[in-house]
């Protein structure tokens, strides 16, 4: 196979012959298009990121509980079929390695011996339910994990998964965006023509905060929404930079689209994800871009105090009232609590998911106290690895890199993993599946960023000089 003509533009807007590329590292034409042995992985990525947006994830088959969600059942598809590829030879495991694969498989062990001791526990037969819901729900993120990571071997790979993401996230933007403009529940028609799958939510479309409506889109709360908002916008950032084949406007509509779709979920936790994940990406980009994005930053935020009126009043207040706030007062005062059911199981908890408190004000909206009190310390270690090693992966991978798309990629990733790692501290996040199915997927992504920036060391060393950062 060859090269068609380089014709590209760069991320600033300048044209990049090939003789620039060159200067930029190994990456060539030819390797940022998805090549035919990652078509497969890419394929199979594009469906799981397509049913974890389009679908609401509150629609479950019944028999197989809250895991029987459409992206729930597509993610265990992905792990057995890397499962059977690796069985039959097809894929050699042993022949790759990526701290990712650790994390998940220190998850994985520490999920599975707290779960192990569950019938010493007397758990109700809903509290055991709940248990083996989270044992399938870490065997959805070993596919999405594994299959991403191994799979997904160019940044053009990744970067082809990426756009899909974006896409996905614009499609829940628009119908959040349709809820709180148009009153127009879209969610609520796919609930309806979604056959065999029933409805088991606990929220409605539509919440009241303060003076103004917030919305869920596709998700299951509004909080759900604006995390997954803040995460993806630096993907769709990074994705409307690179992905230069397509027309300006169909790069950088979704960004505008998602980037509506934090204040229409009126939401702190949106805020601390954007924040969060777009500075790690300006920090990381190169000179010109991040002037470009710091001069833009201020007309972002006019913007959304445009489009939603009273939206910044709302937020200050809420921030300001520290304590005075329901809700941070009944954070607060969750944390007795917390202490005495963790002095009660201290090492490995009740099991993964067995929080079901029958009082809503008792509902854990921190997945660091949730994680404690079900998983105990054992457990404890096992969901911060899954948090703190895929972000330390990305950041590795942008410094091993010489290619500035899979640098810039990698930075995206590094800045949604940490943005997701700190906004589990405010909500239960893996409670709502969207949330978990995404960090899922910029887990696997950073895996694969890892691997890809060590073939490209291990290849000879260029005579041209890397480029700046």
């Known amino acids: 196979m060859t090269a068609g003509p380089d014709t590209g533009r760069g991320p600033t807007g300048g044209a990049v012959t090939a003789g620039a590329r060159s200067l930029a590292g190994p990456s060539t034409s030819r390797e940022r298009t998805a090549p035919g042995a990652d078509r497969q992985a ?13 679908f609401p994830s509150d629609l479950v088959i019944r028999v197989v509980g809250g895991q029987g969600y459409v992206a729930g059942l597509v993610s265990l598809a992905l792990l057995a079929a890397w499962a059977t590829s690796s ?27 707290c779960w ?45 998964v990426l756009r899909v993401t974006v896409l996905g ?64 916008l630096p993907l769709a950032v990074t994705v409307a930079m690179y992905d230069t084949a397509r027309s300006a406007a169909r790069r950088w509509t979704p960004v505008v689209v998602i980037g509506l779709a934090i204040p229409a979920s009126v939401s702190r936790s949106a805020v601390l994800a954007v924040l969060v994940a777009v500075v790690v990406l300006i920090v990381a980009m ?47 005062s969750d944390i007795p609590m917390v202490q005495r059911l963790v002095a009660e199981h201290p090492w490995t908890g009740t099991g993964g998911g067995t929080f079901l408190p029958a009082n809503a004000l008792d509902i854990l909206d921190n997945q660091y106290y949730k994680s404690a009190v079900e998983m105990g310390l054992l457990g404890m270690t096992g969901v911060l690895a899954w948090f703190l090693v895929p972000i330390v992966t990305a950041l590795v991978a942008r ?10 990629l990698a930075s995206a990733l590094a800045g949604s993993g940490l943005a997701a790692a700190l906004c589990v501290a405010t909500f239960d996040g893996f409670s709502f599946s969207m949330f978990a199915g995404l960090h899922a997927l910029v887990v696997g992504c950073s895996g694969a960023c890892w691997l890809v920036a060590g073939r490209e060391t291990r290849q000879p060393a260029s005579s041209s000089p890397p480029a700046g950062s």
């Open 399 to 408: 410094a091993r890199s010489r290619d500035p798309l899979l640098r810039a």
């Open 42 to 54: 890419v394929a199979a990525l594009g469906l799981y990121v397509v049913t974890l947006f389009v």
């Open 286 to 332: 190169p000179a010109r871009p991040r002037v470009t994005a710091l001069l833009f930053l201020p007309v972002g935020a006019f913007v959304i105090a445009l489009a939603r009126p009273g939206y910044m009043r709302t937020l200050a207040e809420f921030i300001g009232a520290g304590e005075d706030d329901s809700s941070v007062a009944s954070r607060l």
């Open 169 to 232: 996230a614009a499609f829940c933007a628009v119908v959040a965006i349709l809820q709180w403009l148009f009153t127009f529940d879209l969610s609520g028609v796919i609930r309806l023509y979604t056959p065999g799958f029933s409805t088991d939510n606990l929220y409605s479309a539509y919440q009241a905060r303060g003076a103004l409506q917030r919305v869920t889109g596709t998700t299951l709360h509004p909080i759900e929404l604006g995390v997954v908002a803040g995460m993806v």
């Open 116 to 160: 192990a001791l569950t019938p010493f526990h007397g758990l109700t037969p809903v509290q055991q339910l709940a248990a083996d819901r989270w044992i399938l729900m870490v065997a959805g993120f070993a596919g999405v994990v594994l299959v991403a990571a191994e799979g997904l071997r160019s940044a053009g790979s990744v970067l082809t």
């Open 87 to 113: 069985l039959l030879g097809a894929h050699d495991p042993l022949r790759v390695r990526h701290p990712t694969r650790g994390a998940l498989a220190y998850l994985a062990v520490t999920s599975l011996v």
